[in-house]
């Protein structure tokens, strides 16, 4: 595997579900974040972690919950969710801020 | 506060047009880096090219070229002899210190290369 890996590419829930998202970096990054994409919003820092800690909470909601066990792998547990968190969930990485940033191929959530 | 404004929301062209798309940005920061993205219909953002605001070189790649202009705050993007791979969204972005150099994106240009 070469890049950043999401899985799963597409995921449908139920509101009362509980799901995660992960993400891997193969790139030797040290820093990695989650953005959201609506198709109505620019996209959306939601969170970024450097060095394994958490540095940026973009005021994001509880029902999303973050994780970064080491800098290649990062996490992102979803809980009752709304429709409106229906989005394009796109995963990044990057030598650290400000480095350049490689993006995966994002995750489709769908929330019913 | 740190803005990057793409204007054209759609453009539509024929194949082998030449396009040039805008970005015009705000920061107070004198050290930045700028951004250019592609997002074709796969969902993948692609990155073209970064520019720090110490550099106002112009610079070509194939048919992508990108003109840094510091005075006016724009950092525009064009594509020669546009081709139908080229239909995609294109984002702008903008990461400056302020903030701890948190990325700003523009809201995008969806580019149509019609064959």
């Known amino acids: 595997e070469t890049g950043v890996t999401q899985t799963p590419r597409h995921l449908v829930m139920g509101m009362t579900n509980k799901k995660s998202l992960k993400c891997e970096q193969h790139l030797g990054h040290n820093a990695m974040y989650w953005y959201k994409q609506s198709a109505k919003k620019p996209l959306e820092l939601m969170f970024v972690y450097n060095f394994k800690e958490q540095t940026e909470n973009n005021s994001v909601p509880s029902r999303f919950s973050p994780e970064c066990p080491n800098s290649s792998h990062l996490f992102l547990h979803l809980h009752t969710l709304q429709p409106e968190d229906s989005a394009l969930y796109l995963c990044?990485?990057?030598?650290?801020?400000?480095?350049?940033?490689?993006f995966g191929p994002g995750t489709r959530l769908l929330v019913l | 506060a740190q803005k990057v404004t793409q204007a054209q929301t759609e453009i539509s062209v024929v194949e082998k047009e030449d396009v040039t798309l805008d970005c015009v940005y705000e920061?107070?920061?004198?050290?930045?880096?700028l951004f250019w993205y592609k997002q074709p219909p796969s969902g993948e953002l692609v990155f073209l090219i970064r520019?720090?605001?110490?550099?106002?070189q112009n610079e070509i790649s194939g048919r992508y070229s990108w003109n840094f202009q510091k005075s006016t705050s724009s950092f525009n993007f064009t594509i020669t002899a546009s081709q139908v791979v080229d239909s995609a969204v294109y984002f702008c972005?903008?990461?400056?210190?302020?903030?701890?150099?948190?990325?700003?994106f523009g809201a995008g240009t969806r580019l149509f290369v019609k064959a």
């Open positions: 920061t107070r920061d004198t050290t930045y880096y």
């Open positions: 972005a903008l990461t400056s210190n302020t903030g701890g150099f948190k990325t700003i």
């Open positions: 990044a990485s990057s030598q650290g801020p400000p480095g350049t940033q490689y």
């Open positions: 520019r720090n605001s110490f550099d106002e």
